[in-house]
């Protein structure tokens, strides 16, 4: 199992900006067992957008993935992933922690003969089109994915995609398109339908940030040669560990608590994820998406205007200890840090004695391996010299194992935050309304008076 260490947030560690984590557990206990028990049973019940809770059982589906894996295995050399936000935030995530470092420059007997991956997750023109200057469409898997079908940037990026492979194979093309949309309704679902592609279904109540274990994630996983067995083995043990009601034995619910009295009682709303690994870099933006979009909400499930604020960083040590740790240590004490540590990295990389009777010779007989390690704790150490609390999460390895139940375990956190902040952690309406302007100012059907009051505001000359 991975392992969580919040020594330092103890008012023992770093004082007064700390917290007595004994009498915070126990005061917290009955509403973690009354937010635990209630998730679990309302994960089944439709509206919930709970069903991520089930994706870790959903056998057909892992099935389903496999096989297609199977179909195509040594027909593509690339696979392009069409999406933004959740479609591709975790698809991205795993990949890149869990694929040979530099995948895509690999040559194929380096890959094992899987395809190189490629994530088209934004709408810059110029890194589109760079992107397809340099990938041979004849020879690439497109998977487009969008639930609602009608995602007007991954739409936008298919249109274009789709015209060139036309263009090169005629009627073939529909044998490299493989969309993951609805089951039943929009506007992929319906051209879906109408030329042929393969599909795959995004399961109903479960809002993107919270997809990455359903088809969303796993089949560009399974096309690239990921074990999505194992992610699945997984997820169950950590649902299983996150079932328990009791706060001293549920990581998820430890760390939810932390971070809420951080931000109620200590003033400290800022959450860094920084993880002591580059491999681990995207898992950083997911939590990002993860945390902003299910927590920075405007109001509260009683409709109280609140604002609320939890704000979440990306940083990857040790890189950041150069660019952001002297905010951390002297700026504001408004944050907490979550490190991830990995305990056994996949390669041992020692330092040579190459500079002999210099000051670098204290190097020479270590590792990189050593170094790493030497710059974390001095970082965690340094922190709390200057009482700033910082949580750490322990990886045994970085595999589609323990890669899983960290995951899953940010998700059921976020869940049970939600929860004690008493906000609806499952929906998105600050997004909707950016979504809403964008199809009026591009002219979409049924927008036209939203495009007259935007036009407008952008025409709006305010004299200073």
Known sequence: MIKLDYT????????????????CFNEFAPKIREIITNLNMNKDKPGQWLQWMNLGYNEETVWYVKEF????????????????????????ALSHALLKPYWNLLDKEQRDSFPRIFFLDNID?????????????????????????????TMAQFMVIKDKLEALLGDDYRKHVVATTDKETGILRQLANEEGYKTFVVPDDVGGRFSVFSAV?????????VDIDEIIRGIK????????????????AQNALIHYLMDTKKDKYISVMMPYSSRLKYIADWYVQLWAESL??????????????????KALGATDQHSQIQLYNEGKNDKIITFIRVDEFDNQLDIPNVFEFTGLNYLAGKSINQLFNSEADATKVTLCDYKRPNVTIHLPKINEYYLA???YMFEMQTAII??????????????????NYTYALMGRFGYEESANQLNEKLNNKVIL
Do not use: C, H
């Open 296 to 313: 920075g909400k405007e109001v509260d499930r009683a409709g109280n205007k609140i604002n609320n604020r939890p704000t979440p960083i």
């Open 8 to 23: 330092n947030v103890s008012d023992k560690i770093i004082g007064d900006e700390g917290l007595d984590i004994i009498s």
């Open 237 to 252: 043990i950590m649902d299983l560990n996150l079932k328990n009601t009791d706060i001293n034995n549920n990581i998820a």
């Open 405 to 407: 139940q960290l995951l």
């Open 69 to 92: 894996a199977a179909m195509v295995d040594g027909r593509f050399d690339n696979v392009l992933v069409l999406g933004t936000g959740g479609s591709a935030l975790g698809g991205l």
């Open 125 to 153: 023109p110029d890194e589109i089109s760079g992107l397809l200057d340099i990938l041979d469409l004849k020879k690439t898997l497109v998977n487009v994915i969008t639930k609602s079908g009608s995602t007007a940037e």
């Open 418 to 435: 939600g929860e004690l902040y008493n906000i609806n952690a499952f929906n998105q309406p600050g997004v909707e309304q950016a979504k």
């Open 217 to 225: 994630g796993l089949v560009p996983l399974a096309l690239v040669g």
